[in-house]
């Protein structure tokens, strides 16, 4: 890390001399241009300049019609960043052959029916339609607890009913398209899910009413929209987020090769507008977010066995803090990143032993650990590195002792021997080993590492070490680059 005295005491350059008012004189005749606005820059203020009295040539004046198109265009590109930076809704399409598409479903009767795509119900209504549209129930409108008249609003296909389709969205890249589109910084370790919402119709001269979120409090971070192959005009759906802000899809009009589908996010709320021809028809998915980690649902669960093995080790550490190495590598640098970071990561044994401590209503927690130190759960590791005058580099070895205080916790902390010049070169290199191990002793004691014994943390561990979890720190030393060997401990309190 280089000293502060870098950043806080600013020289100038070589290419300019200060003058007897304060300003800057450079030597360098490069030709003026203007900066991109678009590029960070530093913003520099400065006084006027006291004019002498004499005229000045008049400054040509801008036409207004520059002024205004300059301002549209700084308007326009303020929209647009403002609606790249968070968008709400995703859309696309799925080549699908129709034919292959098929809705099963039960009517009020118990009478299962099967429906064929595509359909154009201005050509030929299928009375498998009619049967479905006679089983299903209105919408309710916002605010109102009753249903609103049938013949006028959008129906959908009641839940206790068994409806089931061909099309599962799971077979095609929808849910990674929604994860990029509208959740690109989800963490490794976290997935989408879908799970089939309701089938939903709005008829010719119908339309949706508004549904608000409030409607779907089941967990949800998304819902997903699957126009079905059903011809019809008009009937855009209309989705709003949380601010206010609209977004219209028109649709394609259920053309034959291929299903359209929209995405949003579970703020949102939506409607569809009156549908002029033919009827719209879509099924809706709501995503549910699954991962490793300790915020939401877990993808796995241990093994009764598992557990039964694991429940005397934990019978037997009461009231103590327990702790068992992680044994798979991660490729993480724990000088940047926390330990806990690595939950959703987890794989393997680790994984397994993670979640068996939380099928026990334990609160397990991931720690770097080296050299029989462990950092706090807040801490990444930092062992620093070698400066000109540091005791381990090779300018610095020799008067390390001599040059700190007498009573620096350094200089009590790393006692050193004389180094002869006729002494043994294994014992001066023994001695320099020691040295160094002392000042990383004392580097991760600074940054905030404390003894195991301390911590008063019991590693469980086999009567034959096996393989552990080695991650690197890379930090100067002595003029070469050295790498610090770290674990990772899941360190649990056991009441």
Not at 94 to 113: E, M
Not at 228 to 246: I, N, Q, S
Not at 287 to 305: A, F
Request: proline residues 8%.
């Amino acid at each position: 890390m280089p000293p502060l005295s870098i950043l806080s005491s600013p020289t100038p350059s070589a290419a300019s001399s200060r003058l007897s008012d304060g300003s800057r004189h450079s030597d360098s005749h490069g030709v003026a241009f203007s900066r991109n606005r678009s590029i960070p820059d530093f913003e520099i203020e400065r006084l006027p300049k006291q004019s002498n009295g004499g005229s000045k040539r008049p400054a040509v004046r801008r036409l207004q019609s520059d002024y205004g198109a300059e301002n549209n265009l700084r308007v326009s590109i303020s929209r647009i960043i403002a609606a790249k930076a968070r968008p709400f809704t995703a859309s696309g399409h799925i080549p699908l052959d129709p034919s292959a598409l098929v809705l099963f479903f039960r009517s009020k009767g118990g009478i299962t029916h099967s429906l064929d795509f595509p359909i154009d119900v201005d050509y030929d209504t299928p009375p498998a339609l009619d049967v479905l549209v006679a089983a299903c129930r209105p919408h309710t409108t916002a605010g109102i607890n009753v249903y609103p008249d049938r013949a006028s609003d959008s129906l959908f296909y009641p839940p206790n009913l068994p409806l089931t389709a061909t099309l599962e969205i799971a077979n095609h890249p929808i849910l990674e398209a929604v994860r990029n589109s509208l959740f690109p910084n989800l963490s490794i370790g976290h997935y989408l899910v879908a799970v089939r919402d309701r089938l939903e119709v709005v008829l010719n001269g119908c339309r949706m009413p508004a549904q608000p979120r409030t409607l779907r409090n089941d967990g949800r971070v998304a819902t997903v929209c699957v126009s079905l192959p059903v011809h019809f005009c008009g009937g855009a759906l209309v989705v709003r987020d949380a601010d206010g802000t609209e977004e219209r899809f028109f649709g394609v009009g259920g053309k034959p090769d291929e299903v359209e589908w929209t995405a949003f996010l579970a703020e949102c709320e939506y409607e569809v507008e009156t549908v002029t021809q033919g009827c719209r028809m879509s099924i809706s998915f709501a995503v549910h977010l699954k991962t490793y980690g300790p915020s939401v649902d877990p993808l796995i669960t241990p093994s009764e066995r598992f557990l039964d093995l694991l429940s005397p080790v934990l019978s037997l550490s009461r009231g103590r803090k327990v702790a068992f190495y992680l044994t798979q590598d991660y490729n993480v640098n724990p000088a940047e990143s926390l330990a806990e970071s690595l939950v959703p990561r987890l794989k393997g044994s680790d994984s397994l032993l993670y979640h068996a401590l939380k099928a026990y209503k334990l609160a397990p927690e991931l720690h770097w650990a080296a050299g029989g130190y462990i950092w706090p759960i807040d801490r990444t590791v930092e062992c620093g590195n070698d400066t000109n005058d540091s005791p381990t580099s090779a300018a610095g070895i020799m008067s390390f002792a001599s040059a700190l205080p007498f009573n620096s916790p350094s200089r009590r902390s790393v006692p050193m021997r004389p180094m002869s010049y006729y002494g043994d070169p294994e014992e001066d290199e023994a001695e320099l080993m020691r040295i160094q191990t002392d000042i990383i002793r004392q580097r991760v004691e600074e940054s905030g590492a404390v003894l195991l014994s301390e911590a008063e943390i019991f590693v469980l561990s086999d009567w034959a070490p096996g393989p552990v979890s080695k991650e690197k720190v890379y930090f100067v030393s002595n003029g070469e680059l050295e790498k610090l060997i770290v674990n990772v401990l899941l360190v649990t309190y056991v009441p």
